[in-house]
């Protein structure tokens, strides 16, 4: 089954590059590429987590959340009248803007006046999905429209009020904000949009009446059908027939809603929140069947949770393959378990592994962007299984009222990968290294790395001890021109402090190279670049004066380390705030130089003045001050 995922994964890839429908083949990978989702409409949590991004220079540039219809239009028009309350949305649209990113903002079309099902009465869990009224001759009389006009003139609105076109703008809304615009969730899943009485056909209804809205509004706006699920119906079941009736039921809404809908969307979304999503077999499927229908459309992944709770399978819900033993789930939130710490570390690894994956493989099908959630949300026990798949650890953040110490490994991986991919080339190459060997080839500015793991269920035994079995040894001689290459681990694991822990560096064979379930990021080194005998290893670590100084507009700052060390060189004003990361990551002994444009982490112009460049290495800490003349 394994290797038939893999023909699957690599003939998509394929198909891809051979319709070129996705993704420009020079386009470069932005920060708008990744995004977080929020579960909150709170606007100091939301503040609270851009300066942990911006503290930990974490270069997530899209945000994603849900705006539900009844939160601006409590109450129905009065004879053609809106009654609209934005304030909630602006104060959440400024936090955004002013924090240099974009949305991706999904409708819920719920409403207690207008929608078949009241909002009131919708699952918070589900998809907050409900078809608009056909009104009544007295409704419609009062309202002074129908509800799909009034959902319309919403949309409008919306749009009109956060593009920053100069008419009708929000206070604080200097450039467009929405890039994305999203119809709901998951309106194909059989227990979501169908069970409120949604159709394929006022699904369409509803879509082609967001786009008309949307587009008049902003004709730069990308108009998405929102968040289509496979889930498992593309894996085995051992329930053959309940996995076929599922399949057909969903598939067939898709397929009809396709066929009605093709001029009414932008993108496609997919979500991607199941251990094994069967997501390129249905994204195969999905591009067979728009072709089929005369047309093509891009995909873009939103909804992409780390790993979804880790649960035993015994309470009455399947959504992953059983992996764990029983009791694990408890043993990670219950600190007196014998196995806590280990398990931990276990469903942790897990978590980095899979949300690296669904970002790589995501770059690598072409996919507009993606998002993981929830980054933040209200901690809800009855939810929890949803709730601790994300960067932020929900027990813990419960426990200690702490963002900082909720940080999970997760977070720290999330950045290593970012930081890795920024400016490279799209779409990545898949390279084929054996069964269950993942590995992507990227390319920036000329020079080649690559990411790579080994892909196997974890397996337990009757006493909850990990056995890892899937050591491997590849070659990467047919893609490298040196005999060496520098190995780098993704974090994994938290220290007592529960700070990051980056193993060091090592430098190995490019033909036996160990990898195992861990992710890695490997680059081809030149051989004048190794520590051997003949070269000399710094004694101590410098932090040389910046040169030159006083400067305008760039500087070179060089610096030595005697011993592998995660560094970390950024610029401080004058205040002590942090203006720009420009080291980041785990580095061998060795000399190296970096510079400064004077420009912050978001790429704008600092006014000039006193600056201090500060390097941390292990035990060492020095500042220099920096004078950018302007």
Request: charged share 25%; with cysteine.
């Amino acid at each position: 089954m394994k290797r038939k995922r893999r023909i699957l994964f690599f003939t998509l890839v394929c198909f891809y590059t051979l319709t070129g429908s996705l993704t420009a083949q020079n386009q470069s990978v932005t920060r708008d590429f990744f995004g977080v989702d929020f579960w909150t409409y709170d606007p100091a949590l939301w503040q609270e987590f851009f300066n942990l991004l911006d503290e930990d220079s974490v270069q997530f540039g899209l945000l994603g959340f849900g705006v539900g219809w009844e939160m601006i239009e409590p109450n129905p028009p009065v004879h053609g009248v809106h009654q609209y309350n934005w304030a909630r949305l602006d104060e959440l649209m400024q936090l955004g803007v002013a924090s240099g990113r974009v949305f991706d903002m999904n409708i819920l079309i719920r409403s207690d006046w207008a929608t078949v099902v009241p909002a009131s009465e919708m699952d918070e869990i589900c998809c907050d999905m409900s078809p608009p009224r056909e009104d009544a001759d007295s409704d419609t009389t009062q309202w002074g429209m129908t509800a799909y006009q009034a959902y319309g003139d919403f949309i409008f609105n919306l749009v009109e009020r956060y593009d920053a076109d100069g008419v009708d703008d929000a206070p604080g809304i200097s450039r467009a904000a929405i890039r994305y615009l999203q119809l709901g969730d998951e309106p194909d899943a059989p227990g979501h949009f169908v069970e409120n009485g949604g159709t394929p056909e006022n699904y369409d209804r509803m879509l082609a009446t967001m786009y008309r809205a949307a587009k008049s509004a902003d004709p730069n706006i990308l108009v998405v059908r929102g968040k289509s699920n496979p889930g498992g119906i593309f894996d085995d079941d051992p329930d053959e027939t309940a996995l076929q009736t599922r399949r057909r039921d969903y598939l067939d809404f898709i397929a009809t809603s396709l066929r009605l809908g093709q001029d009414h969307f932008d993108l496609f979304a997919i979500n991607y929140s199941d251990h094994y999503t069967g997501l390129f077999p249905f994204t195969r499927w999905l591009q067979a069947e728009m072709a089929k229908n005369g047309y093509s459309k891009p995909i873009m992944v939103g909804d992409a949770r780390t790993t979804a709770w880790p649960r035993n399978n015994d309470g009455g819900i399947r959504l992953l393959p059983r992996r764990y033993a029983e009791g694990f789930a408890e043993s990670l939130t219950d600190d007196s378990r014998p196995r806590h710490a280990a398990n931990r570390r276990l469903y942790h690894a897990d978590e980095v592994r899979q949300s690296l994956r669904k970002l790589i493989l995501a770059l690598a099908s072409g996919q507009q962007a993606i998002s993981l959630q929830p980054a933040w949300g209200p901690v809800v026990h009855e939810r929890m299984f949803w709730q601790d798949a994300g960067l932020l650890d929900s027990w813990i953040m419960e426990a200690t009222n702490s963002i900082h110490k909720a940080r999970k490994p997760v977070y720290y991986a999330a950045k290593q990968l970012i930081d890795a991919l920024l400016g490279a080339d799209r779409p990545v190459r898949i390279l084929d290294l054996g069964a269950d060997v993942y590995a992507c080839q990227v390319s920036r500015q000329g020079e080649n790395f690559f990411l790579l793991w080994h892909e196997n269920q974890f397996e337990v035994d009757e006493q909850e001890v990990l056995r890892r079995r899937q050591n491997v040894i590849v070659d990467l001689t047919p893609f490298v021109a040196t005999a060496k290459v520098r190995v780098q681990h993704f974090v994994i694991e938290l220290d007592s402090n529960r700070a990051p822990i980056y193993p060091d560096d090592v430098v190995v064979s490019a033909t036996e190279l160990a990898i195992d379930e861990t992710p890695v990021l490997v680059e081809a080194i030149a051989a004048t670049s190794v520590t051997d005998g003949d070269n000399k290893i710094p004694q101590e670590s410098i932090l040389e004066q910046n040169y030159p100084n006083p400067f305008n507009p760039q500087t070179t700052i060089e610096y030595q380390i005697p011993i592998s060390s995660h560094v970390m060189l950024r610029i401080l004003n004058a205040m002590g705030q942090e203006v720009q990361v420009l080291v980041n990551e785990n580095q061998p002994a060795g000399g190296y130089s970096a510079t400064w444009d004077g420009k912050d982490g978001f790429g704008k112009e600092v006014a000039g003045g006193i600056y201090f460049l500060q390097m941390r290495a292990k035990d060492f800490v020095q500042a220099k001050k920096l004078l950018l003349l302007k």
